[in-house]
T-cell receptor, first 118, second 111 residues
Framework: GAVVSQHPSWVICKSGTSVKIECRSL??????MFWYRQFPKQSLMLMAT?????????EQGVEKDKFLINHASLTLSTLTVTSAHPEDSSFYIC??????????????FGEGSRLTVL | LAKTTQPISMDSYEGQEVNITCSHN???????ITWYQQFPSQGPRFIIQ???TKVTNEVASLFIPADRKSSTLSLPRVSLSDTAVYYC????????????FGKGTTLSVSS
Protein backbone atom coordinates (compact mmCIF):
# COMPACT_ATOMS: atom_id res chain seq x y z
CA GLY A 1 0.00 0.00 0.00
CA ALA A 2 0.90 3.65 -0.18
CA VAL A 3 3.35 5.01 2.36
CA VAL A 4 3.00 8.06 4.56
CA SER A 5 6.05 9.01 6.57
CA GLN A 6 6.32 11.32 9.56
CA HIS A 7 9.38 12.99 10.98
CA PRO A 8 10.49 13.12 13.68
CA SER A 9 9.17 9.95 15.30
CA TRP A 10 9.66 11.51 18.70
CA VAL A 11 10.77 14.87 19.97
CA ILE A 12 11.39 16.38 23.38
CA CYS A 13 11.38 20.13 23.76
CA LYS A 14 11.35 22.79 26.43
CA SER A 15 8.21 24.68 27.30
CA GLY A 16 7.81 27.79 25.18
CA THR A 17 9.65 26.52 22.14
CA SER A 18 8.13 25.58 18.78
CA VAL A 19 8.25 22.16 17.19
CA LYS A 20 7.67 21.22 13.56
CA ILE A 21 6.43 17.80 12.48
CA GLU A 22 6.58 16.77 8.83
CA CYS A 23 4.22 14.42 7.03
CA ARG A 24 5.18 13.13 3.60
CA SER A 25 3.39 10.92 1.12
CA LEU A 26 6.25 8.93 -0.37
CA UNK A 27 4.77 7.31 -3.43
CA UNK A 28 1.62 9.21 -4.23
CA UNK A 29 0.34 12.74 -4.42
CA UNK A 30 -1.93 13.58 -1.53
CA UNK A 31 -4.55 16.16 -2.31
CA UNK A 32 -5.69 16.24 1.29
CA MET A 33 -3.87 15.60 4.55
CA PHE A 34 -5.35 15.27 8.01
CA TRP A 35 -3.77 15.79 11.40
CA TYR A 36 -4.89 13.86 14.46
CA ARG A 37 -3.85 13.98 18.10
CA GLN A 38 -4.00 11.06 20.48
CA PHE A 39 -3.60 11.20 24.26
CA PRO A 40 -2.67 8.06 26.23
CA LYS A 41 -5.37 5.39 26.22
CA GLN A 42 -7.67 7.57 24.14
CA SER A 43 -8.80 7.50 20.56
CA LEU A 44 -7.52 9.67 17.73
CA MET A 45 -8.99 13.16 17.62
CA LEU A 46 -9.13 15.02 14.33
CA MET A 47 -7.40 18.38 14.60
CA ALA A 48 -7.49 19.77 11.09
CA THR A 49 -7.84 19.09 7.41
CA UNK A 50 -5.48 20.64 4.90
CA UNK A 51 -5.68 20.78 1.15
CA UNK A 52 -2.63 21.55 -0.94
CA UNK A 53 -2.24 25.23 -1.57
CA UNK A 54 -5.04 26.41 0.71
CA UNK A 55 -5.55 27.20 4.38
CA UNK A 56 -6.27 24.38 6.75
CA UNK A 57 -9.70 23.82 8.23
CA UNK A 58 -9.53 23.34 11.98
CA GLU A 59 -11.91 21.34 14.13
CA GLN A 60 -13.79 23.10 16.87
CA GLY A 61 -11.64 23.71 19.91
CA VAL A 62 -8.31 23.47 18.07
CA GLU A 63 -6.35 26.73 18.15
CA LYS A 64 -5.23 27.58 14.64
CA ASP A 65 -2.62 30.05 15.90
CA LYS A 66 -1.07 27.42 18.11
CA PHE A 67 -1.11 24.53 15.66
CA LEU A 68 0.13 25.92 12.37
CA ILE A 69 -0.46 23.69 9.39
CA ASN A 70 1.17 24.17 6.02
CA HIS A 71 0.45 22.03 2.97
CA ALA A 72 2.71 23.60 0.39
CA SER A 73 3.01 20.63 -1.95
CA LEU A 74 1.15 17.48 -2.88
CA THR A 75 3.61 15.36 -0.91
CA LEU A 76 4.32 17.41 2.21
CA SER A 77 2.32 18.85 5.07
CA THR A 78 3.81 20.27 8.25
CA LEU A 79 2.35 20.81 11.71
CA THR A 80 4.08 23.37 13.89
CA VAL A 81 3.22 23.45 17.57
CA THR A 82 4.02 27.00 18.60
CA SER A 83 5.01 27.96 22.14
CA ALA A 84 4.57 24.40 23.27
CA HIS A 85 3.47 23.64 26.82
CA PRO A 86 3.39 20.36 28.74
CA GLU A 87 -0.33 19.92 27.98
CA ASP A 88 0.57 19.77 24.28
CA SER A 89 2.48 16.56 24.91
CA SER A 90 0.75 13.97 22.81
CA PHE A 91 1.01 11.57 19.90
CA TYR A 92 0.42 13.38 16.61
CA ILE A 93 -0.60 11.35 13.58
CA CYS A 94 -1.07 12.49 10.02
CA UNK A 95 -3.00 10.81 7.27
CA UNK A 96 -3.16 11.45 3.58
CA UNK A 97 -5.85 11.03 0.98
CA UNK A 98 -4.97 10.64 -2.69
CA UNK A 99 -4.53 11.81 -5.32
CA UNK A 100 -2.56 10.62 -8.20
CA UNK A 101 -1.06 7.21 -7.61
CA UNK A 102 -3.74 5.70 -5.38
CA UNK A 103 -7.44 5.03 -5.50
CA UNK A 104 -9.33 8.21 -4.83
CA UNK A 105 -10.50 8.39 -1.25
CA UNK A 106 -8.12 5.85 0.27
CA UNK A 107 -6.73 7.09 3.57
CA UNK A 108 -3.19 6.23 4.66
CA PHE A 109 -1.71 6.95 8.07
CA GLY A 110 1.77 7.91 9.13
CA GLU A 111 3.66 6.24 11.95
CA GLY A 112 2.97 9.05 14.37
CA SER A 113 5.17 11.56 16.19
CA ARG A 114 5.48 11.54 19.96
CA LEU A 115 5.90 15.06 21.39
CA THR A 116 7.01 15.54 24.98
CA VAL A 117 7.15 19.08 26.31
CA LEU A 118 9.16 19.54 29.50
CA LEU B 1 -20.67 11.77 9.96
CA ALA B 2 -21.97 8.45 11.20
CA LYS B 3 -21.18 7.56 14.77
CA THR B 4 -20.01 4.09 15.68
CA THR B 5 -20.34 2.03 18.82
CA GLN B 6 -18.05 -0.88 19.66
CA PRO B 7 -17.35 -2.92 22.78
CA ILE B 8 -14.63 -1.26 24.84
CA SER B 9 -12.65 -4.45 25.27
CA MET B 10 -12.54 -8.13 24.39
CA ASP B 11 -10.41 -11.02 25.59
CA SER B 12 -9.45 -14.10 23.63
CA TYR B 13 -6.96 -16.94 23.51
CA GLU B 14 -4.52 -17.84 20.81
CA GLY B 15 -6.04 -19.86 18.00
CA GLN B 16 -9.60 -18.69 18.57
CA GLU B 17 -11.75 -16.78 16.13
CA VAL B 18 -12.61 -13.27 17.29
CA ASN B 19 -15.63 -11.35 16.11
CA ILE B 20 -15.90 -7.63 16.89
CA THR B 21 -19.24 -6.03 16.14
CA CYS B 22 -19.72 -2.36 15.40
CA SER B 23 -23.00 -0.49 15.41
CA HIS B 24 -23.54 2.39 12.99
CA ASN B 25 -27.25 3.10 12.92
CA UNK B 26 -26.96 6.39 11.05
CA UNK B 27 -24.77 5.21 8.20
CA UNK B 28 -25.34 7.17 5.00
CA UNK B 29 -25.84 5.78 1.52
CA UNK B 30 -22.36 6.84 0.37
CA UNK B 31 -20.56 5.62 3.49
CA UNK B 32 -18.16 2.71 3.48
CA ILE B 33 -17.14 0.74 6.57
CA THR B 34 -13.45 0.54 7.30
CA TRP B 35 -11.59 -1.21 10.09
CA TYR B 36 -8.17 -0.18 11.36
CA GLN B 37 -5.76 -1.79 13.81
CA GLN B 38 -3.51 0.24 16.07
CA PHE B 39 -0.58 -0.88 18.19
CA PRO B 40 0.77 1.37 20.96
CA SER B 41 2.76 4.34 19.66
CA GLN B 42 2.02 3.52 16.03
CA GLY B 43 -0.34 4.95 13.45
CA PRO B 44 -3.50 3.04 12.54
CA ARG B 45 -3.10 0.28 10.00
CA PHE B 46 -5.80 -0.55 7.45
CA ILE B 47 -7.37 -3.98 7.88
CA ILE B 48 -10.39 -4.20 5.62
CA GLN B 49 -13.12 -2.14 3.99
CA UNK B 50 -16.58 -2.95 2.69
CA UNK B 51 -19.90 -1.53 1.59
CA UNK B 52 -22.28 -4.47 1.94
CA THR B 53 -22.45 -8.27 2.30
CA LYS B 54 -19.09 -9.95 2.92
CA VAL B 55 -15.54 -8.97 2.19
CA THR B 56 -12.54 -11.19 2.86
CA ASN B 57 -8.81 -10.60 2.57
CA GLU B 58 -5.73 -12.38 3.82
CA VAL B 59 -6.09 -11.17 7.39
CA ALA B 60 -9.81 -10.75 8.12
CA SER B 61 -13.41 -10.94 7.00
CA LEU B 62 -16.01 -8.24 7.22
CA PHE B 63 -19.69 -9.09 7.44
CA ILE B 64 -22.26 -6.40 6.70
CA PRO B 65 -26.01 -7.14 6.91
CA ALA B 66 -28.44 -5.83 4.35
CA ASP B 67 -29.51 -2.83 6.46
CA ARG B 68 -25.84 -1.85 6.96
CA LYS B 69 -26.56 -0.62 10.48
CA SER B 70 -23.85 -2.83 11.89
CA SER B 71 -20.79 -4.74 10.80
CA THR B 72 -18.66 -7.53 12.21
CA LEU B 73 -14.92 -7.86 11.86
CA SER B 74 -13.83 -11.48 12.04
CA LEU B 75 -10.24 -12.38 12.84
CA PRO B 76 -9.56 -16.09 12.29
CA ARG B 77 -7.23 -17.89 14.68
CA VAL B 78 -5.80 -14.91 16.53
CA SER B 79 -2.28 -14.85 17.88
CA LEU B 80 -0.60 -12.84 20.63
CA SER B 81 0.49 -10.30 18.02
CA ASP B 82 -3.15 -9.47 17.31
CA THR B 83 -3.40 -7.74 20.68
CA ALA B 84 -4.23 -4.18 19.67
CA VAL B 85 -6.98 -1.60 19.46
CA TYR B 86 -9.43 -2.07 16.59
CA TYR B 87 -11.40 0.84 15.21
CA CYS B 88 -14.53 0.69 13.10
CA UNK B 89 -15.10 3.80 10.99
CA UNK B 90 -17.75 4.81 8.52
CA UNK B 91 -17.39 7.55 5.99
CA UNK B 92 -17.57 8.66 2.39
CA UNK B 93 -14.64 7.49 0.32
CA UNK B 94 -14.43 10.76 -1.54
CA UNK B 95 -10.97 12.28 -1.45
CA UNK B 96 -10.81 14.94 1.18
CA UNK B 97 -13.19 13.27 3.62
CA UNK B 98 -11.76 12.75 7.08
CA UNK B 99 -12.48 9.68 9.15
CA UNK B 100 -13.74 10.26 12.68
CA PHE B 101 -12.53 7.72 15.20
CA GLY B 102 -14.69 6.28 17.95
CA LYS B 103 -13.32 4.74 21.10
CA GLY B 104 -12.29 1.45 19.50
CA THR B 105 -12.11 -2.06 20.93
CA THR B 106 -9.07 -3.18 22.85
CA LEU B 107 -8.47 -6.84 22.03
CA SER B 108 -6.26 -8.79 24.41
CA VAL B 109 -5.05 -12.20 23.26
CA SER B 110 -3.57 -14.55 25.82
CA SER B 111 -1.70 -17.82 25.48
Amino acid sequence: GAVVSQHPSWVICKSGTSVKIECRSLDFQATTMFWYRQFPKQSLMLMATSNEGSKATYEQGVEKDKFLINHASLTLSTLTVTSAHPEDSSFYICSASGGTGVSTGELFFGEGSRLTVL
Amino acid sequence: LAKTTQPISMDSYEGQEVNITCSHNNIATNDYITWYQQFPSQGPRFIIQGYKTKVTNEVASLFIPADRKSSTLSLPRVSLSDTAVYYCLVGDRQAGTALIFGKGTTLSVSS
